[in-house]
């Protein structure tokens, strides 16, 4: 059966390279007042148009009517389904000698709230779910930015989506070790993946860190010292994959950069709202 067709960021998320232009944020923190000019490094889910009968995007009948490439993935509404791509392009099809940020990757927002699972805690979920996948099945599926809310909740971090800045039984989905262990397992396996983690942030001083351990992901972090902070552009996606420093991740609470080495990202990423058309 082909794979279900991921939620992707409704935004155009870009790392920093050259100069600054203004931005709003919508998560953590207030981004900056100056922004940086983005070059083409954004995540985003590349859709391009079917070579015939419907699009992506178009409503679609169980196991007929998309274009080829394309399948009929149950995610409209009211039952509807909607014409799909099963892969998406990969970036390294380019090569790898390129700076980081000048390729695109697909991003999925809220990475971990899988539809119909049951919360860790053993009560039902009623948090909004945004994805069909589990987060191993995204990144087989070519995912490879996952945006996660960390949040303490029960002496541990979870995931969590949730209001207010606190997570309940009835907003949690689980640990957050769990899908980091994920990401660890897809990374060793997969020795040229790169994996950019956004964190929307709710946890208090100390508390990543130790989940960062435990997880085994620090032996592939890529480390904020390296990270462009004059608006020059990222290092060549195959000198990091040579020196195995595949992951990024960034946080939405600026104090964590000169407190736990974890990159505030308005320092080094700008967003712009955008429609895929439908």
Not at 32 to 57: C, I, K, M, T, Y
Request: one cysteine or more.
């Amino acid at each position: 059966m082909a794979p279900k067709r991921p939620i992707p960021n409704n935004t155009h998320r870009a790392f920093l390279p050259r100069s600054r232009t203004a931005a709003t944020a919508h998560r953590g923190d207030a981004m900056p007042a100056a922004g940086l000019r983005p070059l083409a490094v954004a995540l985003l889910l590349l859709l391009s148009v079917a070579s015939a009968n419907a699009r992506v995007g178009d409503e679609c009948s169980a196991g007929a009517g998309c274009g080829s490439g394309l399948h009929c993935a149950a995610c409209g509404d009211g039952g509807a389904g909607v014409c799909a791509r099963a892969t998406p392009v990969d970036p390294l099809t380019h090569g790898t000698g390129l700076p980081f940020n000048n390729y695109s990757w697909l991003t999925t927002h809220n990475s971990f709230a899988l539809a119909g699972a049951p919360s860790a805690t053993g009560a039902a979920i009623i948090a909004p779910t945004n994805q069909e996948d589990s987060v191993t099945a995204q990144l087989k599926n070519g995912v490879r930015g996952l945006m996660l809310d960390t949040y303490d909740f029960n002496n541990d971090v979870w995931l969590c989506h949730s209001f207010g800045g606190k997570c309940y039984n009835i907003t949690a989905f689980q640990p957050a070790i769990n899908v980091f262990k994920e990401i660890q397992t897809f990374l060793e396996a997969n020795p040229s993946a790169v994996i950019t983690v956004f964190l929307e942030d709710y946890t208090v001083a100390g508390s990543l860190p130790k989940v960062f351990n435990a997880s085994g992901l620090m032996k592939y972090w890529f480390p904020v010292a390296k990270m462009p902070k004059s608006g020059g552009n990222w290092p060549l996606l195959k000198d990091m994959i040579s020196q195995n420093e595949r992951l990024l991740v960034f946080a939405s609470k600026k104090a964590k950069e000169a407190s736990e080495g974890i990159p505030f990202e308005w320092n080094y990423v700008v967003e712009s709202q955008c429609r895929i058309p439908t």
